[in-house]
């Protein structure tokens, strides 16, 4: 990774003649900063004391295109001794903001924070050391807080450096870096020629031995502008209307407009562009699974054979068949079922053997193995005289022989095995696939929103507008190799490797170092050579060279070049960190499909159209994600977490009691890893989580009211507590008010709210073991009842029952447990609320309990305190109660739920409520399910997870969902 650092220096007295201490930080970063990028300005901010003490300096330095190349001096202004005595210790907090604006940001709108509270002792050089680390991108961690490169957690921003070398008046920085705080060293020599500023400050010109400034983009790297110090009397309070908020104006000369096209005569700009490309951890320890692979330090889709993008969605074709989608779904070109938009990668519904996908502006086709073409999205590219958009796939016309499709902007053309071409959509609405007049003998074709063009048999190419007047053959007798159309411009590949393109140039798309149009005369791309793959976009163009590499050119604007600027290029500029590519598409935004399968993207997200999860410009490539690798699931009220094969555990949703256990009660609506656990299984309850540890011990975190987290306190925890006395669980469970945990032993041990089992009602806060109740193989726990399965097939209960929740025809509570009377084959149970499901081992269902919302299945919304059948299911491999809702997983991998449905937590494309099961969409392969309060979630063969439902606290975990929210990937936060 190409890092830099910052140095400043602090003197830290009264005057310079006495006793002080010199601070010596580093910032470095693993965003890449700059004009355009997500880092566009860099933030200090020094109090004394903790953070609500007094500023004593405040500098914000507008960071421009050659900012990560040159050097950046920062200055802390000069700090009095706390205490006032020469010989007493003090602190000092600094705080490091990345900002996405150039004039500075509020702590809510850093893109990543890093944070110190310092302890320091008089005459020493202390080194403090920050890292703006990609783990840490948009983690909110409290003003008290750091957040853990490594981890992604907020954890104490309490530091205390030893004191590193002895001060003298001209001292730099010296000894070693601080171990203590995880950062990266300089790649300079650390260097501090420290020069006093008017307020008596110092500022550290830094030394070092960075690359100078890139000029190949004919001299657009943005001056940088840094907002003044904030002048404070070195032992005066800072005076109310002194200006410290980030909204200090910066100089006018800062960053050149993104918009501002480079002159036409920069021809400089063939040469490679010098980019400083982040590099995460890649450890993804224990491994990503079937579906993933470990990109950029999270495991990320995997398996795709290719990519096509429009204006507003992507989709890849994966080496199974199928086809996920991302992005906007206006009118349904995801084909996922539903008009909602994703920002991670989700299924098509439906299609299998799929040997070819293409994208146009609202709508997505499929060429399948048996030569039938599949469309979905705007009613424009079906072909069935309707007006009606279509939210998955349907089969045009009568097309059986198709060996390649294209997609435009409202039409659609298949190329066939007998070399003809078929084309239908508007402007004639209703059209059926028929033939293009004049296109026979076609080896390829493209399609934009100007016409179609083709590759004919002799090499050479013919074009047709959209008013299907022919056009004559392009002046080029031989040697064309592929075509692609733009929305404004052609450009194709010869044989021999070079480019070619004519039409509107005014942002350069041609690639011939000027913006002068060409007509109907193709130019010759400058310096391009060895291509193997071409495509043209909205007024741009990339090209995937033999080499792996890609480069791009014309409108640069929202990052869509991929080299980190929002700078125009009139000739190819590479592609960085884009090697061993396979295939590359654009339009507005970027996607390439590595050699190992994985996909990365880059530019325009606002529709999530990059599958990074986060609908944010991205102006380099980033890897499409997906949380994969997943072993097992549960799910709380309004959270869920999920442990991969390494024994980690991710969670997401609801937090105010500390249920995600990453130490802070913010919602998470993506995965966090759970510190300090390494799991053989989760369980959750309503507002706490608990993890059997790979040595028979028990973690639980979060509510504590009842003793739920079995520590022997009533204490709410935001980070994983060890349950007391538990050496050899195998399993665990909670529920509202309580949790139990079954050992290896076959023993039961319940704790927390009343009705644990023992003969009373009395809140346990340490486990209890339930008397004559051997040989448990699982147990579930509801408000106020607990139900285990033994190993002999049959189920017992006790707790409240004024529901029927026990089963026994009665609605007495039982302080012991009793058998259910008329179960047999229990091969599993599950309960929440006052309502409890079991399946049996010959795939039957049965629930009885509270049944208001119709989430018994049997038709009816009438309590039963006796088991009754789930209609219709005869196949169950296992079951999921929610709060008034139930979800059943098939044999074959099929989901079906039932019951409430208000906020689409069935998960079948309605609002619909349901008292029998119904399927849920766009889903299979499904080898686990569990359910929350108003969601549910499913894991994948693959080892990846969907959710859908109820998403107002972030339960799905693939970022906010609003609206019907069908299953949709679930994605690590970036």
Known sequence: MNRWSLVFAACVVTSCARPRTEIVARVDSELPWGFGRQIQSLQIEVRRGVEDGEVRSRRVTALGDGAGRSTLPLTIGVLPNPAGDPGSPGTVWVEALGCAAPTGCTREEAVVAQRAIVAFVPETTLDLRLLLAARCAGVPCNVAQRCEPTTGMCVSAVVVPPPIGTLSEDAGPVGPPNDATPMVTDGGDGGSDATADADGSTTADVATDAPPADHNDAGTDAPRADVPDVPVAPDVPVAPDVPVAPDVPVAPDVPVAPDVPVAPDAGSDAGPVVFDVPEYDRSCTGGCGAGAACVEGQCSLSGATGVAVGLAHSCARMSDGTVRCWGGNERGGLGDGTDLPHAAPGVVTGLTDVAEVDVGLHGSCARKTDGTVWCWGSYQIINDATTSNRWSPVRIGTISTAAQVVVGSTSACARLSDRTVHCWGFPNAGSRPGAVVGFTDVASIALGARGL??????????????????????????????????????????????????????????????????????????????????????????????????????????????????????????????????????????????????????????????????????????????????????????????????????????????????????????????????????????????????????????????????????????????????????????????????????????????????????????????????????????????????????????????????????????????????????????????????????????????????????????????????????????????????????????????????????????????????????????????????????????????????????????????????????????
Request: aromatic share 4%; proline share 4%.
């Open 453 to 974: 063009c083709a590759v004919l048999g002799d090499n050479t190419v013919r074009c047709q507008g959209p008013s299907s007047n022919s056009l004559p053959a392009i002046n080029h007798p031989t040697g064309v190799a592929e075509v692609a159309v733009g929305n404004y411009h052609i450009c194709y590949r010869l044989l021999d490797g070079t480019v070619r393109c004519w039409g509107s140039n005014t942002n350069g798309q041609l690639g011939n170092g000027t913006t002068t149009g060409s007509g109907l005369t193709p130019v010759v791309v400058t310096g391009l050579s060895n291509v193997a793959q071409i495509t043209a976009g909205d007024e741009n163009t990339c090209a995937r060279l033999l080499d792996g590499t890609v480069r791009c050119w014309g409108y640069g604007g929202t990052g869509r070049l991929g080299d980190g600027t929002d700078v125009t290029r009139l000739v190819p500029t590479p592609v960085p960190g884009l090697v061993s590519v396979a295939s590359v598409d654009h339009w507005g935004h970027g996607c390439a499909v590595l050699n190992d399968g994985t996909i990365r993207c880059w530019g325009y997200n606002q529709y999530g159209q990059l599958g990074d999860g986060v609908p944010t410009v991205r102006p380099y490539p980033i890897p499409v994600t997906g949380l994969s690798d997943v072993v097992d699931v549960a799910a709380g009220a309004e959270h869920t977490c999920a442990r991969r094969t390494d024994g980690g555990v991710w969670c997401w949703g609801r937090n105010y009691s500390g249920t995600i256990g990453d130490g802070t009660t913010i919602d998470r609506s993506r995965p966090v890893l759970v510190p300090s656990v390494n799991a053989a299984s989760v369980g959750m309850g309503d507002d706490h989580s608990c993890a059997v540890r790979a040595d028979g011990r028990v973690n639980c975190w979060g509510r504590n009211v009842r003793g739920e987290l079995g520590d022997g306190t009533m204490t709410q925890s935001l980070a994983p507590v060890l349950v007391s006395g538990l050496t050899t669980a195998v399993g665990v469970t909670g529920g509202d008010r309580g949790t139990c945990a079954w050992l290896n032993d076959g023993l039961l041990r319940c704790w927390g709210g009343a009705y644990v089992g023992d003969g009373t009602s009395s809140t346990h806060v340490t486990p209890t073991a339930v008397p004559a109740l051997g040989g448990v193989a699982q147990a579930a726990v509801g408000t106020g009842h607990v139900c285990a399965r033994t190993t002999d097939g049959a189920l017992r209960c006790w707790g409240l029952n004024a529901n029927g929740q026990l089963g026994n025809s009665g609605t007495s509570t039982a302080l012991r447990p009793a058998v259910v009377p008329g179960l047999s084959g229990v091969a599993g149970v599950t309960a929440r609320g006052n309502s409890t499901c079991a399946w049996l081992s010959d795939g039957a269902a049965r629930c009885f309990g509270a049944n208001a919302d119709g989430q018994l299945g049997d038709g009816s919304e009438i309590d039963r305190s006796a088991p009754v059948a789930v209609a219709g299911l005869s196949t169950v491999t296992s079951m999921a109660l929610g709060s008034g809702h139930a979800c059943a997983l098939l044999s074959g991998g099929a989901v079906q739920c039932w019951g409430r449905n208000r906020v689409g937590t069935l998960g079948d494309g309605s609002f619909d409520a349901r008292r029998t099961a119904a399927a849920v969409v766009a889903l299979g392969g499904v080898v686990q399910v569990v359910s929350g309060e108003l969601h549910s979630c499913a894991r994948l063969t693959d080892g990846t997870l969907r959710c859908w439902g109820d998403d107002q606290f972030g339960a799905l975990g693939s970022g906010r969902c609003t609206g019907l929210c069908p299953p949709r990937p679930v994605a690590p936060t970036r």
